[in-house]
Each structure stands twice: as C-alpha cells, then as structure tokens.
C-alpha cells in the first residue's frame, strides 16, 4: 500500500510513524513536516519515503544536507505541500494543524485517495466542498479523531436514519473545576497541560478553551449530517468513551478505549478490516468508574459559538477557524488573556454578519481562503484594540 503523511513530525503523525513503522507493506510516498526537520528526515530515512517536503523555505536546506546521500527527493515550501499531495498514493493522513491542511487533502482526493483526516479545520472550514470532491473522485474520508472514529464505527452496518442523537465526549481540559475568576488569569503554561492526552501546545490550549471540541461538533456536522440538535457534548474526565450513538428505539451505542490516538489512526489505516494494534487494554475493574457532567457555557462559551456557526452555515466555519487562530497566536504570543480567545472569535463573527459574504455556500477554495483572510485581518483588528483597551 502507498501511503503519505502530510504533519509527520506533530502528534498525530508521529503515532502514524508508529505504526507504518511496524509494517513491511508499506511503500512512502511523501512525508511533509514542518521546522523539525531534524525528525523529518529521520522518518524519512526510517521508512525510505520518496519524497520529504518541510512547509517552510527557509528550512530546505537544512533538511537537504539531513537527508544527504539517501536519494530521498526533498522540497520546500507551499507549493512542494501541493505537488505532494498530487502523487498518486493510496492512503494519505491528513494532520497538519490548522487551516494550512485544507489544499493538500483535497489535491489528495482527487487522486482516489483515503484520505485519514486528522485535520479538523478542513470540514470545519469547506465541509460541504470537501464531501463533494471525494465523492467526485470515488474517494473515501475516514475520520481519525477520536471522537468521530468512535461515531463512525458505532454506525457501521447502521441506519444513519436512525440515529436520534450523538454523543461526543470532552475531557474538560485542564480547567474543568476552574471558576471564572481562576481562568481570568490561566497562563500559557498551565494551558498547554492537559491532564489525559499528549498532543502538541496548540491542540492541548484549544482543548483547554474546549474550542477543540467546537470544532468537533461542526466535524460532526458535515460529516455525518446531522442537524445540529442532534449533536450534544459531555464532559467525561477518564477520556475512556469517545462518543456515543443515540437510536430511535432509545439504545446508545458507545466506543470505550484507552486515550491513545493510535486506536483512532489504526482503524482508519486497516479499514474495513481490524488488525492488531500495540495500545493499552482497558482493565474496567482498575478503572472502577466513569464520571459525566455537563459543559458550562458561562465559562467555555466555544461550544455555544460552534452552534452559532452551525445556524449560519456558509463561510462561517471558516470564519470561526480563522478567528480562532489568531486567538490562540495571540494568547501564545501575551497580547490578550485566557478568556479573551472566546470575546475575539465572538467578536470577529459580530463584525462579518453583514455584506461579507458570510453566510453564501461554499463553492471554492478559493472562496474560503478569502473569508479565511477577511476573518483574521478583523481578527488581528480586533485584538489590537483588546490589548490596548484590556479587553
């Protein structure tokens, strides 16, 4: 089997190399990464890609001399991300971080591909786009965060006419018994640990604000489509069930497993088959119990403006992301607080509602790639005028 890793060297793509590592059949097209190209090449080399591509031009020659002597292809830049996508492969992860994974998933399912999206931002900004072009291509998207993997194998041999409702857990973050007054002055640090997962800082910061979970219920959204009524969050600290499906005879489906993203990534590369996988078996007598509670919406509004965004349809997902980056680069940078993040993407939404084209569907990339930039322009605007003013 070909297959290509677009995010090689962050979370998600390393639990990938794990696993392609351990297998003989497998041919590597292209791994991209981005400034560790120190570890792009040594994944290069370990599984002998054709092909290493680092996002940024300015680190081509560094990862040239890594990879000096092994006869791997090696490229820079945007437009290098793009011509990798375009080589024919059979299986492709999706997992750079943020709006920037969008273009190579597509360019990769126009060659027939699966496409292993780890990549939230893609349905969350061009969801409709994005369904469209693998059924025009007679390719497939399966989904590989854990929560829509969990949905996703629930349904198998399902009637998703029958589906009353889903599920999707959060683990509440780092801050699930914080006050308001607490988060007020959260810092970056404290953030960027979460208390279950490993992942990179963006992904554990977003977690925290529970935006990554906003995203999630619009993934859930597109993919499946679903109203968004249908669609309820829980938080459930152990991170033991990852969603569950509500039937219309009143059955709840659930999908337990240890929080390990190799669960997720497995399934997707050896769909429709199960093949062993090296993670953690659960042992429910040690966990003796599983906790819930309800999300507060007073102190993580994310969820609340993910609905929002649901109502207004078009652009607005990709008006969300957009704002919600800039929040989190500006959180990381200093310039605004904790709480902040929510007020920016709030506001960044006010200002879009009218004559911007917000709420038209979505036709092109290129369409989102303009109400990606309109958004962080008003973004950045904005969170001027907070550091200025102190929110």
Same mark, same amino acid.
């Given at each position: 089997?070909?297959?290509?890793?677009?995010?090689?060297?962050?979370?998600?793509?390393?639990?990938?190399?794990?696993?392609?590592?351990?297998?003989?059949?497998?041919?590597?097209?292209?791994?991209?990464?981005?400034?560790?190209?120190?570890?792009?090449?040594?994944?290069?080399?370990?599984?002998?890609?054709?092909?290493?591509?680092?996002?940024?031009?300015?680190?081509?020659?560094?990862?040239?001399?890594?990879? !000096?002597?092994?006869?791997?292809?090696?490229? /820079?830049? @945007?437009?290098?991300? %793009? =011509? +990798?996508? $375009? *080589?024919?492969?059979?299986?492709?992860?999706?997992?750079?971080?943020?709006?920037?994974?969008?273009?190579?998933?597509?360019?990769?399912?126009?060659?027939?591909?699966?496409?292993?999206?780890?990549?939230?931002?893609?349905?969350?900004?061009?969801?409709?786009?994005?369904?469209?072009?693998?059924?025009?291509?007679?390719?497939?998207?399966?989904?590989?965060? !854990?929560?829509?993997?969990?949905?996703?194998? /629930?349904? @198998?041999?399902?009637? %998703? =006419? +029958?589906? $009353? *409702?889903?599920?999707?857990?959060?683990?509440?973050?780092?801050?699930?018994?914080?006050?308001?007054?607490?988060?007020?002055?959260?810092?970056?640090?404290?953030?960027?640990?979460?208390?279950?997962?490993?992942?990179?800082?963006?992904?554990?910061?977003?977690?925290?604000?529970?935006?990554?979970?906003?995203?999630?219920?619009?993934?859930?959204r597109e993919y499946f489509d679903l109203?968004?009524?249908?669609?309820?969050?829980?938080?459930?600290?152990?991170?033991?069930?990852?969603?569950?499906?509500?039937?219309?005879?009143?059955?709840?489906?659930?999908?337990?497993?240890?929080?390990?993203?190799?669960?997720?990534?497995?399934?997707?590369?050896?769909?429709?088959?199960?093949?062993?996988?090296?993670?953690?078996?659960?042992?429910?007598?040690?966990?003796?119990?599983?906790?819930?509670?309800?999300?507060?919406?007073?102190?993580?509004?994310?969820?609340?403006?993910?609905?929002?965004?649901?109502?207004l349809r078009g652009h607005a997902g990709?008006?969300?992301?957009?704002?919600?980056?800039?929040?989190?680069?500006?959180?990381?940078?200093?310039?605004?607080?904790?709480?902040?993040?929510?007020?920016?993407?709030?506001?960044?939404?006010?200002?879009?509602?009218?004559?911007?084209?917000?709420?038209?569907?979505?036709?092109?990339?290129?369409?989102?790639?303009?109400?990606?930039?309109?958004?962080?322009?008003?973004?950045?605007?904005?969170?001027?005028?907070?550091?200025?003013?102190?929110?």
């Amino acid at each position: 089997m070909r297959v290509s890793v677009f995010g090689a060297t962050g979370s998600i793509g390393e639990s990938t190399f794990d696993l392609l590592s351990r297998r003989d059949d497998i041919e590597t097209v292209a791994l991209t990464g981005g400034r560790n190209v120190t570890r792009l090449a040594q994944q290069a080399r370990s599984l002998n890609a054709q092909l290493a591509v680092t996002a940024h031009d300015d680190c081509y020659q560094a990862l040239k001399q890594a990879l !000096s002597g092994s006869g791997i292809e090696v490229a /820079a830049g @945007t437009d290098a991300l %793009i =011509a +990798a996508a $375009e *080589r024919p492969t059979d299986w492709v992860m999706s997992a750079i971080v943020g709006a920037a994974g969008l273009a190579p998933g597509f360019r990769a399912l126009a060659q027939g591909a699966t496409l292993a999206l780890a990549n939230k931002e893609s349905l969350v900004t061009a969801g409709p786009l994005l369904m469209r072009e693998a059924a025009r291509h007679n390719a497939r998207i399966l989904p590989v965060d !854990s929560e829509h993997s969990a949905v996703f194998q /629930a349904l @198998t041999g399902e009637d %998703i =006419a +029958a589906v $009353e *409702r889903v599920i999707i857990t959060a683990s509440g973050g780092p801050f699930r018994t914080w006050s308001k007054a607490q988060l007020a002055g959260a810092s970056l640090a404290q953030a960027a640990k979460h208390p279950t997962w490993d992942m990179g800082q963006r992904i554990t910061i977003d977690s925290a604000t529970l935006f990554n979970k906003a995203l999630e219920v619009i993934e859930t959204r597109e993919y499946f489509d679903l109203r968004p009524e249908q669609i309820e969050v829980i938080v459930h600290p152990q991170s033991i069930i990852h969603a569950l499906v509500g039937f219309r005879d009143g059955a709840l489906m659930a999908h337990l497993g240890a929080p390990d993203m190799r669960h997720a990534i497995g399934y997707a590369l050896n769909w429709p088959e199960r093949a062993a996988l090296p993670v953690a078996r659960l042992d429910l007598v040690q966990l003796a119990q599983l906790s819930f509670e309800a999300p507060d919406p007073d102190r993580f509004p994310a969820l609340r403006l993910a609905r929002e965004v649901m109502e207004l349809r078009g652009h607005a997902g990709a008006a969300f992301n957009a704002a919600k980056e800039v929040a989190l680069d500006e959180f990381i940078a200093g310039h605004i607080g904790f709480q902040d993040m929510a007020l920016l993407v709030e506001r960044t939404i006010d200002s879009l509602l009218s004559n911007s084209g917000l709420t038209d569907a979505v036709e092109s990339l290129e369409t989102v790639a303009a109400m990606n930039q309109m958004a962080r322009d008003i973004a950045t605007r904005l969170a001027s005028r907070m550091t200025s003013l102190g929110a």
